[in-house]
Nanobody, 124 residues
Framework: QVPLVESGGGLVQPGGSLRLSCTAS????????IGWFRQVPGKEREPIAC????????YVADSVKPRFTISRNNRQNTIDLQMNNLKPEDTAVYYC?????????????????WGQGAQVTVSS
C-alpha cells in the first residue's frame, strides 16, 4: 500500500493553474516534513518545494518561484502545491514525499515515503 497519495494533476493550457494535493493513507502527516518533487523522462527527480511539519518554514525552488506555493493543513492531513502561470516546461510527473528527519534538506535522498505520482501536462 502506497502511504502517500497525490491528486489534482491533469492537462492544462499554458498560463493556467492547477492545485496538487498530497494526503496520507492511514497515518498522520502532522509530524513530517513534506516535499513536492517532479520528474520528466530521462532526467533526475528534482525538488520543487518543501515545508516543515508545522508549516512555519518552506522552500520553493527558484525555477518555479513565485508561480508555485506550498501550504499544509494538518487538521485535514493535506499538503498542497498551488501552481500558477503554468508553462510547457512544467510538464512532469509530480510526487509528494515525507520525512521525519528534523534536519532534512529539500532533496530526494532525505525523504522516506513517496506517492505514486500525478501527471501534469501543460499544452495548448
Amino acid at each position: 500500500q502506497v502511504p502517500l497519495v497525490e491528486s489534482g494533476g491533469g492537462l492544462v493550457q499554458p498560463g493556467g493553474s492547477l492545485r496538487l494535493s498530497c494526503t496520507a493513507s492511514g497515518f498522520t502527516l502532522e509530524n513530517n516534513a513534506i516535499g513536492w518533487f517532479r520528474q520528466v523522462p530521462g532526467k533526475e527527480r528534482e525538488p520543487i518545494a518543501c515545508i516543515n511539519s508545522d508549516g512555519e518554514y518552506s522552500y520553493v525552488a527558484d525555477s518555479v518561484k513565485p508561480r508555485f506555493t506550498i501550504s499544509r493543513n494538518n487538521r485535514q492531513n493535506t499538503i498542497d502545491l498551488q501552481m500558477n502561470n503554468l508553462k510547457p516546461e512544467d510538464t512532469a510527473v509530480y510526487y509528494c514525499a515525507s520525512t521525519s528527519k528534523p534536519d532534512y534538506v529539500c532533496r530526494v535522498g532525505y525523504f522516506t515515503f513517496w506517492g505514486q505520482g500525478a501527471q501534469v501536462t501543460v499544452s495548448s
